[in-house]
């Protein structure tokens, strides 16, 4: 008969009995087809109820270690021996970012101003939002995007963008990137994707790693040069034109209206257009959207919060020419809204309650300020040091013409505690001629003080 | 000289003048190098300030209309003519879902019972969580997920699924659809997807639109089949084992081992386990995960907040081998995490402060006495009805043996107000001979009394 030495380790007696019945199947010692005590004869061996080992068997039945079999009682079912590899994989640990020096100021051109978050509207539209009464707010989301959401966003591309949409055409999506493989779901893998080089590396990884054919046409002053385009049929064209990224120039009208005539003649061919921080332009008012210019059905307008409310925030939208909606709404309906519904409605009212204007509004304004500041900061590096890029979104470009490499001016910069961004990893196949000694400098995040003390170091990072 | 009719439409005045000109240039009316007047003159003609004409050349100039020419003036850009297709595609609406019959009784599988969500606990957990003193709220999340969720879940899933890992292996995504598709961009194409039939349809669809092969294999009453899995040397193999999907089964030890042993003889076979539901065990304990019994590093195990807190909230989690860990960090290091930081905080306050597996446990017990009442309506309706799949999850399995279809089962409840779901098309190459005749009734969101009376609805629809 089975003993069982109870070891009371503050389990239930009837997993104990449990664990070591399953365990001495595991092992063998308790073999295959062999009988096991009926549920009284055990209790009564073991002093203890017949509840407690009917638990035991019970749960050594439902996953399958013993079988009942009627009118002749438990046994042991068959289980095979489990095969181990005889090297286990050392395990992988994350590294730590390898950041020996420690940054003092960083012109990182992805950090927003946490200072001028509006945490306060927030607490107010959570209140508002939250609630028992809006069934809605735990139901699965809407596969495009809540309704709310995208009825703001209607009225609010319209007037800030130029765009022209119905509520139908918007997608709710977590991210560019994620609007991104969305597209490559809609098309599959035999279109073609032309990208801008230099160009915004997540988009060209993503779409590298989708398996799409992923090609890159230089920019010229304008941005993406036209001719190389001509002989694509069936491509996609991924471009920045309010704001190149990285270089910071915005497509004028003429070369816009070239590129929509690309894919105007050929029915294989979309754009992109990727307008990921059009909000913030200092000279003048932002450039209509090329979507607002396409008449043809041609133009993917992507947008997103993450630079106009959080980064933290993975809320972005695409508005898809009536000629891809029927097909992606197709895929939709497969595929579940990667967006929590609560945030979509946090942002809808953010918007709908006039609140999101008046953010971007102080925001532009603290940024134009920093951007002043820096410029005037980056004068005292004197004839050496020229600037491009300045007239839109969070970071500008410095260009050194001391002969110093981009390498040496990142790294002389870091020993001193600055940390600048080179421009050559955003080029496709090494950087051009043009673009040597470059480096993004962004200054969303520092204040007036930080501003003029980095550009005081890099003065003498850079030996100017 | 240029005439301005300003027609004062709140606009202001600059912009009048820049529209105008606009237009004109497009319109061709002023042409390729023709020559504006200077500011000055331009001002002093329409009787407005240097400024006003300043600011609107200044857009012009920007979008390219005009350039600017130093010491000769302003000349009109060249602009190509802008094809325009002649038919235009005709807007496609998304239809409203096409239900004529009002539901009265929905036994969706789906659904979640909104009454015991924890709303004091979020609203708590929300003031703690967003403020002004947490600059990660407003940075982008972690790759991988917020740290302190993933540190949440090694020791949730520790506890409640045996499952082994370190914070390093989690990935948090925004849904099982999401973290599938991460999964195929660590493989790309070329590996095989081999899932249960009858299965969770959208991982189905996921890998179909992917371009992966997808192989179905059709499972008995132990879950997938093990003999056609043999053949396959670079395979992904997705199963349900807690509770299969559709089906309801849970996997046995010994078909498990089977499984497992099948990955340990290929270096190229992994196992997917979707552990969606597994919380929600009635009758024994849940079943250690496959996880917890893998030693080689062949199970990637997912799991989802959608069943145990809410559909809306889009947070899921995926726990990879260490084996998998550097080729994922390396692609993930190019991908932006779609899941807001905000939300990831709030979940892993509401599981470190003990909300979650309070909720849980109540939730348990809710479903478990609904599913008391399925089961004693379903009674009633006498012998012609078997019932399978009910140990665990928010659904269970009717089949019918008076003959009837299963189209006309659906149809004939829906003419009664009352919508039970078909399983025919979770099989994918048609529904096998066993289970003819079955729809889903799930029961998560159902009071007593509408369980009554949609049962009671049934037994009509179905002459029984």
Redesign the interface.
Known sequence: MITIPFKNKGQFLYEEIYEYLKNEIIAGSLKYQEKLPSKRNMASHLSVSVNTVDAAY??LM????VESIPKKGYFV?????????EK???????SAKSEFETVKIDFSP?A?D?RI?P?DA??KI?KAT???YD???????DI?GEPDLRKALVDLLYRSRGVIC?E?QIII???T??LL?RLD?LW??NKEIILENPVY??AY??FE???NQVISVDIDE?GIRIEPLMKHKNAAIYVTPSHQFPLGM?????????L??VA??EEGIYIIEDDYDSEFRY???P??SLQS?D???KVIYIGTF?KSI??????SYMVL???L??TY?E?AD??????????QKMIAAFIADGFFEKHVNKMRKVYKEKRITLMNALHQLGDQVSVTGE?AGHHLLVQLGNGMTEETMCCRAMNLGVKVYPVSPYFIHGVSKNHQSMVLLGYGSLTEAEIYEGIGLLKKAWDL
């Open positions: 019970g749960q439902a996953e399958g270690y079912c068959e289980i095979d021996t489990y095969f181990q590899s286990r994989a050392v395990p992988e640990k994350r992805n927003i946490h978050f945490y927030f607490r959570f939250f609630n028992e069934l809605n707010l735990l139901n699965k989301p495009q119905s139908d999506g977590s991210g990137d994620h493989q779901l599959g893998r590396l997540k990884n993503i790693k989708m398996g304008k915005s497509m004028p009208i003429d070369r816009r209206i070239k929509l005539n105007n003649q000279n003048e008012k450039l209509p210019i008449k043809n059905g993450s959080a980064p933290s925030m993975r809320i020419p009536e000629t909606l029927k709404l895929i497969q595929i579940s809204s990667p967006v929590s519904s609560l945030e007239n």
